[in-house]
């Protein structure tokens, strides 16, 4: 089962997928129109911490630091 979690952009939380470095450049492709946050690993690294990852709310859903001109009115 593949899930990932979608923020929208204005949310600011600095979250990222592990991505095996094999599929950069198929991820690449799409890096004009749509921002993937992501981490390119060596695929045996990806294996080998994928079940040692935690679960459920162990996440740090937190908001980054506000970024400057985001909310300011034109």
Do not use: C
């Not at 600095?14 to 470095?21: D, H, I, K, L």
């Not at 294996?47 to 009115?73: H, M, T, V």
């Amino acid at each position: 089962m593949l899930a990932f979690i979608h923020f929208a952009p204005w949310y600011r939380n600095t979250m990222t997928v592990e991505f095996s470095g094999e599929l950069k450049p198929a991820l690449d492709k799409f890096a004009s129109s749509l921002q993937i946050q992501s981490t390119s690993l060596p695929e045996a690294e990806i294996i080998e911490r994928y079940l040692n990852k935690p679960f459920g709310n162990a996440y740090d859903f937190d908001q980054a630091d506000r970024i400057d001109g985001l909310f300011e009115s034109a």
